[in-house]
């Protein structure tokens, strides 16, 4: 059993496509409405280049995690603002990084493991392929479309009505790029790319029901990393759902097309 006292494991920052993310997540409650923190109850904790963040309304675990942390100190703080918060709550980590020390903390704290876990992916520019064309046009989401935006964001990730406000909330921000997938004039999907020096992580990604399976997010990866590129980025992270043997995961082979590669396996654990 661990004994919390002087005796931590020495803090250490995240990774640059660990602390992308993180910076994304920090960004994207510090850009959200005021009304909407107050009545979703959405709060977020910065700690060393980690956070905890939480929004019980919303069904994802990115919206209600620790992520991007490591030593046993900073655990037990983003443990202890967790525990105060409500809805499903969960821990990411890279178990293949972390040290005995906060493995032993892991199961001290008696939690266990939910679901395949995510993968993270980084862009790889040797092995990059941009030169397929596409299948949907693609172009940046104007100020005056971010309700249209958000809508869609909302709807593909099955969140409440009331967090359309939520990613609406990024279009047009400093550091974000918002994106659709046109059929003709009609948009059909959507992305976002949040940037950070020369940092870049991608999320957003939804397709209308009836366009799955087209080419939709394949255009839309290309289009950011095409974009960030063009904007002085060299390393893209984006996490998707871990794949299994014999099961299809379409996300994940979209990202290995475009010359993404695997960096790490990060486990999920129930809070």
Request: charged share 20%.
């Amino acid at each position: 059993m661990v004994i919390l006292n002087s005796h931590f494991s020495q803090r250490s920052y995240p990774a640059d496509e660990e602390a992308i993310e993180v910076k994304a997540f920090v960004d994207l409650y510090n850009v959200s409405p005021a009304t909407l923190k107050s009545e979703e109850h959405f709060e977020c904790l910065p700690i060393n280049g980690g956070c905890a963040i939480s929004l019980p309304s919303a069904p994802a675990i990115g919206l209600n995690r620790v992520l991007g942390l490591n030593s046993v100190e900073e655990l037990e703080e983003a443990y202890r603002w967790m525990n105060g918060k409500t809805g499903h709550r969960f821990l990411q980590l890279n178990t293949d990084k972390v040290s005995a020390e906060t493995k032993d903390w892991i199961l001290a704290k008696g939690l266990l493991e939910d679901g395949v876990g995510w993968a993270k992916l980084v862009y790889d520019r040797s092995s990059v392929n941009l030169s397929e064309p596409n299948s949907f046009r693609t172009r940046l989401v104007h100020v005056e479309e971010a309700s249209l935006f958000g809508s869609m964001v909302r709807k593909g990730f099955n969140f409440p009505s009331t967090l359309t406000r939520l990613w609406s909330a990024i279009v047009g921000k400093v550091g974000w790029s918002c994106f659709f997938a046109l059929d003709g004039d009609y948009p059909v999907g959507t992305a976002a790319m949040y940037q950070s020096g020369t940092c870049a992580w991608l999320g957003g990604g939804t397709t209308l029901p009836e366009f799955r399976n087209r080419g939709v997010q394949k255009a839309l990866i290309k289009n950011r990393v095409e974009q960030g590129l063009s904007n002085g980025v060299s390393t893209f992270a984006v996490e998707t759902l871990a794949p299994v043997s014999g099961e299809p995961n379409i996300s994940f082979d979209n990202l290995r097309k475009v010359g993404f590669r695997q960096a790490f396996h990060r486990k999920n654990f129930k809070l």
